[in-house]
């Protein structure tokens, strides 16, 4: 049991200069400062006070005192978490509302296997990491906490190195690749080479947000050898037959939903077993709800495993853009800004998903792609990732 005040006043103290003059060499803070300019932070550490301002150039400090307006307040209570993070330790984390603008990340301690009426499941033990309290005046969405660089060792816990995700592009305009849609030519070639296929009955993100604009009964789909064991009562998913996979990306693309697969190693381990590179994640993510959209949208660079199909470019034809803003309201990427009343495209965020184009009013916005053998590559490098025979 950690109860040596004096240890965490050290350590507390010691943060706050060690992460004082990151700005001047740390190129991810150097993108993740650019969406929030400048962020009051006020820490409530077992009882001790102290604050950072974090800005472009410089991250001040003033240990003991509070701050008028703080854009957030960060509260630690647990003493023995407390020195494990301000140790720089690195633990998964999971996270939940909490009350009115505040949010509760809790530190995962461990797992245990439940039974419930429709089956086993698996469910996470965890112990209260920190409270945000977020200004309710200020629009920071709390994934904001992931962009202060004290929690990159935690943040990095979120992404494996083997993780890779692409967003598939549905716009018709890209044409056809042997008599099919370019996502259902992708998912197909999978499915139709998949050992064992679920399909949940739901998708959580727009039953979570009680989504009103697509159909959240198109859920995502795992497939490969390392989901045989997967552990999902029935009222959540079950196998899928081939046909039934086939018949959901058809679905989804007509709802508008836009296709994402790739290895997400967080996402086997929440369902109870191991990534042994035998396991493909396939969602359909729509503009609103998703939770990749808004990790992308709202978290820290240093998140960012996904990326867009190699060959895809998206253009605004500046004479015909009128800037009303359609394409920054659909796109969840932040890959579209306004610079001069005019949309501009910003390259580093696009993942060439093409919902702004088929968005646009004014038909201002294209996409394309260089050569339609591209399907063909981004099979490929999916299957240098993950394989499901």
Same mark, same amino acid.
């Given at each position: ?14 943060? &706050? ?9 740390? $190129? ?18 077992? !009882?001790?006070? !102290? ?13 003991? $005192? ?5 854009? +957030? %307040? ?34 995962? &301690? ?8 429709? !089956? ?5 033990? %965890? ?6 309290? &977020? ?21 990095? %816990? ?40 679920? &399909? ?6 727009r039953r979570i947000n009680d989504c009103q604009d697509f159909d ?24 899928? %037959? ?6 959901? +990306? ?16 967080? $996402? ?66 932040? !890959?579209?800004?306004?610079i001069d009343g005019i949309a501009k495209v910003n390259q580093e ?27 063909? $590559? ?7 990732? +993950?394989?499901?025979?």
């Amino acid at each position: 049991m950690v109860d040596n005040k004096q240890e965490i006043e050290s350590l507390f103290k010691q943060m &706050m200069i060690d992460f004082e003059n990151i700005p001047q060499t740390d $190129e991810i803070y150097q993108v993740d400062v650019k969406d929030f300019g400048l962020l009051k932070v006020q820490w409530k550490i077992c !009882g001790l006070l !102290g604050y950072q301002i974090f800005d472009k150039d410089k991250i001040s400090y003033k240990y003991g $005192e509070t701050i008028d307006d703080p854009d +957030v %307040t960060i509260v630690i209570r647990d003493k023995k978490i407390a020195t494990e993070f301000l140790n720089g330790g690195s633990f998964k984390i999971s996270f939940a509302p909490g009350h009115k603008d505040s949010l509760k990340v809790y530190k995962i &301690m461990d797992w245990k296997i439940i039974g419930t009426k429709s !089956g086993k499941k698996r469910s996470k033990i %965890t112990k209260l990491f920190l409270t945000a309290y &977020m200004n309710p005046e200020k629009e920071y969405h709390p994934f904001i906490l992931s962009k202060l660089p004290m929690f990159r060792n935690i943040v990095k %816990t979120l992404v494996a190195d083997e993780d890779y995700g692409v967003f598939v592009p549905i716009n018709q305009s890209l044409g056809t690749y042997e008599n099919q849609i370019i996502p259902l030519k992708v998912f197909k070639h999978f499915i139709d080479k998949a050992s064992n296929i679920i &399909m949940l009955n739901e998708c959580g993100c727009r039953r979570i947000n009680d989504c009103q604009d697509f159909d959240k009964s198109l859920g995502c789909m795992y497939m490969g050898d390392d989901t045989v064991n997967l552990l999902i009562t029935e009222d959540k998913g079950r196998v899928a %037959t081939k046909e039934e996979a086939i018949e959901r +990306v058809k679905l989804a693309v007509e709802n508008g939903l836009i296709p994402l697969l790739g290895r997400a190693m967080d $996402e086997a381990d929440a369902f109870g077993v191991k990534d042994t590179g035998h396991f493909l994640s396939m969602c359909f993510c729509c503009p609103c709800c998703c939770i990749d959209g808004k990790i992308i949208t709202h978290g820290s660079y240093a998140l960012n495993l996904f990326h867009r199909m190699r060959g895809v470019t998206v253009k605004v034809d500046e004479d015909l853009c009128v800037g009303c803003e359609e394409c920054l309201k659909v796109c969840v990427f932040r !890959g579209m800004e306004m610079i001069d009343g005019i949309a501009k495209v910003n390259q580093e965020r696009c993942l060439g998903c093409g919902r702004c184009e088929s968005t646009c009013p004014n038909d201002a916005i294209s996409i394309d792609i260089d050569d339609i053998s591209r399907v063909d $590559e981004l099979i490929k490098i999916l299957e240098s990732h +993950v394989e499901v025979s």
